[in-house]
């Protein structure tokens, strides 16, 4: 995802502060909620807990891009 919205134009928070997971790879770690009427609300439904594991955020939209899905505490 962040390496896709560098390609298009965007940009980066380099380094997310207090963001990480210590459990296992495949443990569900926060929820995610998903926009309505978006492919991922047709997957997952509006929340789904999902794991977690990167240090990057984006923080200017790469072109074309649009946000589907969001961390609620953000």
């Known amino acids: 995802m ?3 919205n560098v390609i298009l134009g965007g940009t980066l928070n380099q ?3 207090n963001h990480w ?3 296992p790879s495949d443990s569900q ?3 995610m909620v998903t926009k309505k009427h978006s492919f991922l609300q047709d997957i997952y439904c509006e929340k789904a807990l999902i794991n977690s594991f990167h240090h990057q955020s984006i ?3 790469g072109r074309g ?3 589907i899905a969001i961390r609620p505490e953000t």
Do not use: C, T
Request: net charge negative.
């Open 65 to 67: 891009l649009e946000i």
């Open 15 to 17: 380094n997310i502060l």
């Open 21 to 23: 997971q210590n459990g």
């Open 29 to 31: 770690y926060h929820e």
């Open 59 to 61: 923080k200017e939209l």
């Open 2 to 4: 962040q390496l896709m």
